[in-house]
């Protein structure tokens, strides 16, 4: 017994003088979109560009995901509005009113649970659409974009684990 603590306290200070670090740290993975308009007079569905997930954050995603809903366009009135929904066409919800013809995004934050998104991200990527409702009509101009019934974009963030390198510790443990 007391040589194997021997042992192990020889390897730990080998592998601590060299620099291994057996931490974990919670890191914030954040992308977005970009901007997607829509063109059409009335009801209209766009699908955004996908999101691309590195590996990493799929595998190590943790806790919840924050969606952040920025919009613009024909949406000042109680029949003109856009519902936002992720893959599988789960609906996430819906724009509040905003300025008619913005010249800057409104928005509004959802707050989606790993049960919710993680099946999403297996794929390494997120896709959303918005839908609007018949109400928006194409008189607005938005980001160098005319005659466009509405514009949006949606910004995650995915909290994930990120694991120290150690991957040369099996050198020392294998036989």
């Given at each position: 017994?007391?040589?194997?603590?021997?042992?192990?306290?020889?390897?730990?200070?080998?592998?601590?003088?060299?620099?291994?670090?057996?931490?974990?740290?919670?890191?914030?993975?954040?992308?977005?979109?970009?901007?997607?308009?829509?063109?059409?007079?009335?009801?209209?569905?766009?699908?955004?560009?996908?999101?691309?997930?590195?590996?990493?954050?799929?595998?190590?995603?943790?806790?919840?995901?924050?969606?952040?809903?920025?919009?613009?366009?024909?949406?000042?009135?109680?029949?003109?509005?856009?519902?936002?929904?992720?893959?599988?066409?789960?609906y996430i919800g819906q724009c509040d009113v905003?300025?008619?013809?913005?010249?800057?995004?409104?928005?509004?934050?959802?707050?989606?649970?790993?049960?919710?998104?993680?099946?999403?991200?297996?794929?390494?990527?997120?896709?959303?659409?918005?839908?609007?409702?018949?109400?928006?009509?194409?008189?607005?101009?938005?980001?160098?974009?005319?005659?466009?019934?509405?514009?949006?974009?949606?910004?995650?963030?995915?909290?994930?684990?990120?694991?120290?390198?150690?991957?040369?510790?099996?050198?020392?443990?294998?036989?």
């Amino acid at each position: 017994m007391g040589q194997t603590n021997i042992i192990i306290s020889t390897l730990t200070a080998i592998l601590f003088s060299l620099g291994f670090n057996s931490s974990l740290a919670q890191k914030t993975f954040t992308d977005s979109t970009g901007l997607n308009c829509s063109y059409a007079n009335g009801a209209a569905t766009v699908y955004l560009t996908p999101i691309s997930i590195p590996a990493n954050v799929a595998t190590n995603a943790s806790g919840n995901m924050s969606i952040k809903f920025k919009y613009a366009g024909d949406l000042d009135a109680y029949n003109e509005d856009l519902d936002l929904r992720g893959e599988n066409n789960t609906y996430i919800g819906q724009c509040d009113v905003a300025p008619n013809c913005g010249s800057t995004f409104s928005s509004k934050t959802f707050t989606l649970p790993i049960s919710t998104f993680g099946s999403w991200i297996n794929d390494n990527q997120l896709i959303f659409s918005a839908t609007s409702e018949y109400g928006i009509n194409n008189q607005c101009s938005f980001n160098g974009n005319s005659s466009i019934n509405f514009c949006t974009e949606v910004l995650v963030s995915i909290n994930y684990f990120e694991y120290a390198d150690d991957a040369g510790i099996a050198g020392f443990i294998s036989p």
